[in-house]
């Protein structure tokens, strides 16, 4: 029985020829495939070394901001502490001077109310 397949000049067959074709095919997008996976994987590492870094700047740069603002919360705090005891210093001198003024009439009126009894009692104790 005589064969109907034709054999080419190489001495391969018309199926074995493309047979060979269709896996060189599949070598070559097996190659491609693997090195597009071998890309992705890199691309996935690029982006997540960079949302990393981004990550820690922002970090860092709220950190950076609160440490602002607590400064400027403690300078504002120091500030206010600052006025209040000026204010309370000048409300003691104040006071202090009040008080200076009015000693000596202070004094005359104990004076008179510890002498009132010996002035009404003619000077003798009961």
Known sequence: MESSTHVPPGGCSAEEDALHQVLNIEREAQAILEEAEEEAASLI?????????????????????????LAQALEEAQHQATQIIASAEA????????????????????????????????????
């Open 91 to 126: 409300s003691i001198a104040q006071w202090e001077q009040a008080a200076q003024r009015t000693l000596p009439a202070a004094v005359r009126l104990v004076c008179s109310l510890v002498a009132f009894p010996q002035q009404v009692n003619g000077g003798h104790r009961d």
């Open 45 to 69: 590492a690029t982006a997540r070394e960079q949302a990393a870094a981004r990550v820690r700047e922002a970090e860092q740069a709220a950190q950076q901001q609160a440490q602002t603002a």
